[in-house]
């Protein structure tokens, strides 16, 4: 995509404006936080009662509550999407509509129709639409295993596995987290994070087919909740490997983190593997890697890599430009996500 006319008059002096459409996870306070650090600045925020809009207000005092209409006009250069799953892919159409870029939270889409009109709202105007998938973009370690794939530490990826395990916390979630019609299923929400790091590991050019080959979901623990999926898995294959994901809400409350993340890749001469969040083995903190390859096993010291997402993203919303990621690798990920969800099978036993 090139350089809009209206990016292109955005002047470097001047800081990126950015609103806020709904605060109905707390990924929206990590997209505030990073482009608040970034040196951005923000214009308002509207959100649905709620409790999470609440402590956002506590969060941001200096914040303006607007209306949603006040929000869409506000003229500024980035929206934040952070409401119903179900409802982000409209609010982000308005807003591009309206000439502003879009940063959602994921998942930005919940069905393929969803999908095909933020894609025509987007080629139609100026703005530019985002997901953070922040699993990749926001964890050092798996940055890091990122660049050191690229640069073929470990010869040719055969094969990924990601493990996307949260804790349920059922009496903190909202009423629609327990409908796929409204979350997205947790196909299309969750293992959004295990595609992209997939696609960006074994084709960050886009140039492969990558396809989903199976999937199935499930609900093995929320018998209150009937059409909830609790588990999730899908195979995707492409560019010479294969990636096996599974992601649940199954973790148990005796975990010191929201779940033990973990990416295992498997090269030709040699092998990567994350623990995003916690180290079984008793290494304080989280974002650990280890290296195996001829020379012997590594662990990765991860402190000094720079998470930059937001100054990278601020960059693209001044220039047009395709520096934190390319539009073609988010509507890959969405794409593939929808695709795993709306085709998957009961999961065995539930």
Request: net charge negative; hydrophobic share 40%; with cysteine.
């Given at each position: 995509?090139?350089a809009?006319?209206d990016?292109a008059?955005?002047?470097?002096s001047?800081?990126?404006?950015f609103?806020?459409?709904?605060?109905?996870?707390?990924?929206?306070?990590?997209?505030?936080?990073?482009?608040?650090?970034?040196?951005?600045?923000?214009?308002?925020?509207?959100?649905a009662?709620?409790?999470?809009?609440?402590?956002?207000?506590?969060?941001?005092?200096?914040?303006?509550?607007?209306?949603h209409?006040?929000?869409?006009a506000?003229?500024?250069?980035?929206?934040?999407?952070?409401?119903?799953?179900n409802?982000?892919?409209?609010?982000?159409?308005?807003?591009?509509?309206?000439?502003?870029?879009?940063?959602?939270?994921?998942?930005?889409v919940?069905?393929h129709?969803?999908?095909?009109?933020?894609?025509?709202?987007?080629?139609?105007?100026?703005?530019?639409?985002?997901v953070?998938?922040?699993?990749?973009?926001?964890?050092?370690a798996?940055l890091?295993?990122?660049?050191?794939v690229?640069?073929g530490?470990?010869?040719?990826?055969?094969?990924?596995?990601?493990l996307?395990?949260?804790?349920?916390?059922?009496?903190?979630?909202?009423?629609?987290?327990?409908?796929?019609?409204?979350?997205?299923?947790?196909?299309?929400?969750l293992?959004?994070h295990?595609?992209?790091?997939f696609?960006?590991?074994?084709d960050?050019?886009?140039?492969?087919?990558?396809?989903?080959?199976?999937s199935?979901?499930?609900?093995?623990?929320?018998?209150?909740?009937?059409?909830?999926?609790?588990?999730?898995?899908?195979?995707?294959?492409?560019?010479?490997a294969?990636?096996?994901?599974?992601?649940?809400?199954?973790?148990?409350?005796?975990?010191?983190?929201?779940?033990?993340?973990?990416?295992?890749?498997?090269?030709?001469?040699?092998?990567?593997e994350?623990?995003a969040?916690?180290?079984?083995?008793?290494?304080?903190?989280?974002?650990?890697?280890?290296?195996?390859?001829?020379?012997?096993?590594?662990?990765i010291?991860?402190?000094g890599?720079t998470?930059?997402?937001?100054?990278?993203?601020?960059?693209?919303?001044?220039?047009?430009?395709?520096?934190?990621?390319?539009?073609?690798?988010?509507?890959?990920?969405?794409?593939?996500?929808?695709?795993?969800q709306?085709?998957?099978?009961?999961?065995?036993?539930?």
């Amino acid at each position: 995509m090139t350089a809009s006319s209206d990016s292109a008059r955005l002047d470097s002096s001047d800081p990126i404006r950015f609103v806020v459409v709904g605060v109905e996870h707390l990924h929206a306070f990590e997209l505030v936080g990073g482009l608040v650090e970034a040196g951005a600045v923000e214009v308002g925020h509207w959100s649905a009662p709620g409790p999470l809009t609440d402590l956002y207000r506590g969060w941001r005092p200096d914040s303006a509550s607007l209306d949603h209409d006040q929000a869409l006009a506000a003229g500024a250069d980035l929206v934040v999407v952070a409401g119903v799953p179900n409802e982000r892919a409209g609010h982000a159409a308005a807003a591009l509509r309206a000439g502003a870029s879009v940063l959602s939270d994921k998942p930005g889409v919940t069905t393929h129709d969803q999908l095909d009109a933020v894609l025509e709202a987007e080629r139609g105007h100026a703005g530019r639409w985002w997901v953070l998938f922040s699993e990749r973009f926001g964890n050092r370690a798996v940055l890091e295993a990122v660049r050191r794939v690229h640069d073929g530490a470990i010869g040719r990826i055969v094969d990924v596995v990601g493990l996307g395990p949260h804790t349920l916390a059922a009496d903190q979630r909202p009423p629609w987290f327990w409908s796929p019609e409204t979350s997205g299923g947790i196909l299309g929400d969750l293992a959004t994070h295990q595609i992209d790091q997939f696609c960006a590991l074994v084709d960050p050019d886009g140039a492969a087919d990558i396809t989903v080959t199976s999937s199935s979901v499930g609900n093995v623990s929320c018998p209150d909740h009937p059409a909830m999926q609790d588990i999730g898995r899908l195979t995707l294959a492409g560019a010479g490997a294969v990636g096996a994901h599974r992601v649940d809400y199954l973790t148990a409350a005796g975990l010191d983190s929201w779940g033990d993340c973990r990416l295992l890749i498997t090269g030709t001469e040699g092998s990567l593997e994350v623990r995003a969040n916690v180290d079984p083995g008793g290494a304080e903190g989280g974002e650990h890697l280890i290296q195996v390859d001829a020379s012997g096993t590594t662990r990765i010291d991860t402190s000094g890599v720079t998470i930059d997402w937001a100054d990278r993203l601020l960059a693209d919303v001044r220039s047009g430009t395709d520096i934190l990621v390319s539009p073609a690798h988010v509507e890959r990920v969405c794409r593939l996500a929808l695709d795993a969800q709306s085709r998957a099978t009961p999961w065995a036993g539930s």
